[in-house]
């Protein structure tokens, strides 16, 4: 019915044109209790009669069994390829009880590992009580189309491994259904975006940080919200487009303004956006999308190129700055996704 609605708010909205920055276990049981019928007697000679529902003893209830829980690592062969992942469940999960699923996507150079440490999501999962998954992208960059590296000029069908890794994941684990969500940084950003457009049916937000949409559609099949998030000092991947003076994609990224507008024009948002500022934030919201979806950009006065309040070495200061403390990206992508 969401779907409909969509399609329906679509047919009615004049559309306008338009980094590198940087499966699953479900234990489901259950029996009802069953009584047994009147013993009959058997004729000799007779076959004996296969008994009916009624006629089963009866039988306990079994109770949800807990699941496996913690991090672990695993693999979902795709399109031929060995693809890996990494996967945190929180502790007192049970099998039968359904829960919010995080997809979240490293930059380019990154890997699910590291961006686990780096935004410190599993924390989040534990207290909040959703399950979050890593995936790595091939040769540690993603295919978002104008970007990045060996993913996009091989054309990877990242796309498809992210879908597939959702269908595993909610057949094997108690994943809400209505409620994935992805989210990523950078080149993961970008990804982010990307899947949005091309699989709106499997997600029900999207929270890219630091990233473009960089194909030249979104035509999305449903609603999805979005929390975009972007600093405006960021040299590896400007906010108002190009290519960053720290950037090592050599690709001139579209700016956030068009990458809004293209977004907005997709999923059929109407009327002029609202903008505030608090501190160091500026947020941009269009609040009337097709199928009651909305659309927030957030730019941060100052901010960099890294994960907004993220955990970084060091000695990746030179090649991508410092994280901005004026937000807690990872608490407020998950507040942006509890809300919904």
């Known amino acids: 019915m969401v ?6 708010g679509i047919a009615f909205i004049a559309v306008p044109a338009v980094f590198f920055g940087a499966c699953r276990d479900r234990d489901s049981g259950g029996g009802s209790a ?3 019928g009147p013993a009959e007697t058997q004729a000799v000679g007779e076959t004996p009669a296969t008994p009916g529902p009624s006629e089963l003893p009866a039988t306990a ?16 062969k795709h399109d031929g390829d060995e693809r890996t992942y990494r996967l945190f469940i929180p502790a007192g999960a049970i099998a ?15 890997s699910g590992d590291q961006f686990a440490d780096n935004s410190q999501f599993e924390k989040t999962a ?22 990045c590296g060996g993913s996009a000029r091989d054309d990877v069908d990242d796309v498809g491994f992210l879908a597939a890794l959702i269908d595993q994941l909610q057949a094997t684990l108690p994943v809400d259904p209505e409620r994935v969500f992805m989210t990523g940084h950078s080149n993961g950003a970008m990804m982010t975006f990307r899947f949005a457009c091309e699989r709106a049916d499997q997600v029900a937000a999207a929270a890219p940080v630091a990233g473009s949409l960089e194909i030249p559609d979104c035509s999305p099949s449903a609603p999805v919200d979005l929390l975009a998030i972007h600093g405006d000092s960021d040299k590896n991947h400007p906010i108002e487009g190009g290519e960053g003076t720290r950037s090592i994609a050599n690709v001139a990224f579209v700016s956030m303004a068009d990458s809004m507008r293209l977004w ?4 059929g948002c109407t009327g002029s956006p609202e903008t505030k500022t608090e501190g160091a934030l500026t947020t941009t919201e269009w609040k009337r999308c097709a199928g009651g979806a909305t659309a927030e950009l957030v730019v941060i006065a100052g901010a960099d190129h890294p994960w907004p309040g993220g955990k970084m070495p060091e000695r990746t200061a030179s090649v991508q700055g410092v994280p ?17």
Do not use: Y
């Open 3 to 8: 779907k409909l609605r969509f399609i329906m």
């Open 34 to 36: 069953r009584s047994s």
């Open 61 to 76: 209830t079994a109770k949800p069994a807990p699941l496996t829980t913690g991090t672990s690592h695993g693999t979902l």
């Open 96 to 110: 039968g009880t359904k829960m919010p699923l995080v997809v979240a996507l490293h930059g380019g150079l990154g």
């Open 126 to 147: 534990q207290s909040e009580g959703f399950i979050v998954v890593f995936p790595d992208g091939t040769g540690r960059t993603w295919n978002a189309g104008n970007c």
């Open 264 to 267: 907005t024009a997709g999923f």
């Open 324 to 340: 901005s403390q004026e937000l807690d990206a990872t608490a407020a992508i998950w507040s942006f996704f509890a809300s919904r």
